[in-house]
């Protein structure tokens, strides 16, 4: 079979309808995937989709496609990610979402768990080398059954939160699958809602759903300044990511608001390792020390963080990127809405939500940048810049390796290269999903952020003259 060995991620399958991700594509899948769960034990895949206009026919596709393996499919219909997960937690061990996450309206892809882990890497590569030599087995004995997952995830999540009072918020679903099921927790949970595009619609009309991206946060901030809501809530496209802003208009990133969920969780599992991943602010860490836990910074990748915490037994875990994870009185799994609900919960107890969001920890950063590389580059340059800033490297770049040299910076290069400051960091690491450098800038003052971004630039101006950044497009 012919497929665009492009749309194998990291984390997940991903690509362009109908280009590189077609109903053929579902089905082989399907097969190939069913084809390894059988062989693991698995003989139940529950199979979910969000609201993109090519879900309909690529989920029937995977679901013959399952079935044809001798799979026993549970189809859950239009749902979030995180619910699929719940399905996969809760009926069977095993589940795939049709998603195309945050991406623009023409993608669609497959996420995956599989044995109740999320499958990445290797595993993504095998499926695909499954797909390519067809080498799948069918049999005979595969079913279809129905699932409404909504009303047992409704009531774990209103047994799970106590509100201390009531709240106005506004909820912006940006037309993402959310909208089908968020708006009408958060009321559950005692919430009074104002609604922004519920209405789930592939074509995302008002803005795209990536709450990570400041420009669509614009209605949210306009609803809570013209309304009487106390904070406003941001989901992205399938659910799994949140987005949160104060009354006055701040967008409190999801490294902050892993302090507070740290703060909360700590307090009830002592000493708790808390998982977070390399872009995040150099604040976290010493708040999750002060609260008594452990911190851990760790690889970029919600499939990686999940791994992470599994292996450690870590009650949270969370992403920059707005992927937060609760095992402490949850799955484990990232979900946008429930992580909201425990926000919501925690600044319930105050008299002014927006009050404690804004006194958390702060500093001056940049957003995400992305330097364009060729296929294949970015993985090699991190390697040179890793070199070029240890003790021993010598040639272009002296800033970077002096400070490290003479105990100023420390270099951690778990996940690219991450350089620390006592007031500040400079990251630069490959990308995972597209051919770019990721690149990160945080000072405590403007002033250490301009120095820091200005000594990692020239580091990365040493292995590659002519890049140039832009802020991050999802």
């Not at 989920?59 to 399905?87: K, N, R, W």
């Not at 919960?345 to 940048?369: G, H, M, Y």
Request: net charge negative.
């Amino acid at each position: 079979m012919q497929v665009s060995a492009s749309i194998f991620k990291a984390y997940d399958i991903r690509g362009i309808v109908p280009s590189t991700v077609t109903p053929e594509v579902a089905r082989a899948l399907g097969r190939a995937f069913g084809t390894v769960a059988f062989a693991q034990g698995e003989k139940t895949v529950a199979v979910g989709r969000d609201g993109r206009l090519s879900g309909p026919s690529l989920s029937q596709a995977l679901m013959d496609g399952l079935q044809e393996a001798g799979i026993t499919v549970i189809d859950v219909g239009m749902v979030t990610t995180p619910l699929l997960y719940f399905a996969a937690n809760t009926l069977c061990n095993s589940g795939i979402q049709v998603t195309g996450s945050h991406n623009p309206k023409d993608y669609n892809g497959f996420k995956m768990v599989l044995g109740g882990r999320a499958i990445y890497g290797d595993d993504i590569q095998n499926l695909r080398t499954i797909m390519e030599a067809e080498s799948w087995v069918l049999q005979a004995g595969g079913q279809r059954q129905t699932a409404d997952v909504l009303p047992a995830y409704v009531a774990r999540i209103v047994g799970d939160i106590k509100l201390a009072r009531p709240m106005k918020i506004v909820v912006d679903c940006g037309n993402g699958v959310a909208g089908a099921s968020a708006p009408a927790i958060f009321r559950a949970i005692g919430c009074e809602v104002t609604e922004l595009f519920s209405e789930v619609d592939g074509n995302f009309p008002n803005h795209h759903p990536d709450p990570s991206k400041p420009e669509n946060l614009k209605d949210v901030i306009a609803a809570l300044k013209s309304g009487d809501a106390e904070l406003g809530l941001a989901f992205d496209g399938d659910g799994d990511r949140l987005g949160i802003v104060t009354k006055d208009g701040t967008n409190i990133y999801p490294d902050r608001q892993m302090m507070l969920f740290a703060q909360d969780v700590l307090s009830r599992v002592p000493g708790g390792t808390i998982v977070f991943d390399v872009k995040c602010s150099q604040r976290l860490a010493p708040a999750i020390e002060a609260a008594g836990g452990k911190a851990l910074m760790f690889k970029t990748g919600h499939s990686l963080i999940k791994a992470k915490m599994k292996e450690i037994n870590s009650p949270l875990g969370g992403e920059m990127s707005g992927h937060i994870f609760f095992k402490e009185r949850w799955f484990g799994f990232d979900d946008g809405t429930y992580a909201g609900a425990r926000l919501l919960e925690i600044v319930s107890k105050a008299a002014d939500a927006s009050a404690v969001l804004n006194a958390l920890p702060t500093s001056f950063s940049t957003p995400e940048l992305n330097v364009k590389c060729h296929e294949g580059e970015p993985h090699g340059l991190v390697d040179q810049l890793v070199a070029l800033a240890s003790p021993a490297g010598t040639g272009a770049a002296p800033v970077v390796r002096a400070a490290i040299a003479a105990g100023q910076a420390t270099l951690n290069p778990i996940d690219g290269l991450r350089v620390d400051w006592s007031d500040g960091f400079g990251l630069i690491r490959a990308s995972n999903t597209t051919p770019v450098l990721v690149l990160r800038f945080e000072g405590h003052t403007q002033a250490a952020l301009e120095r820091i971004q200005a000594a990692m630039l020239e580091l990365l101006h040493a292995v590659k003259p002519d890049a140039s950044f832009a802020e991050a497009a999802h």
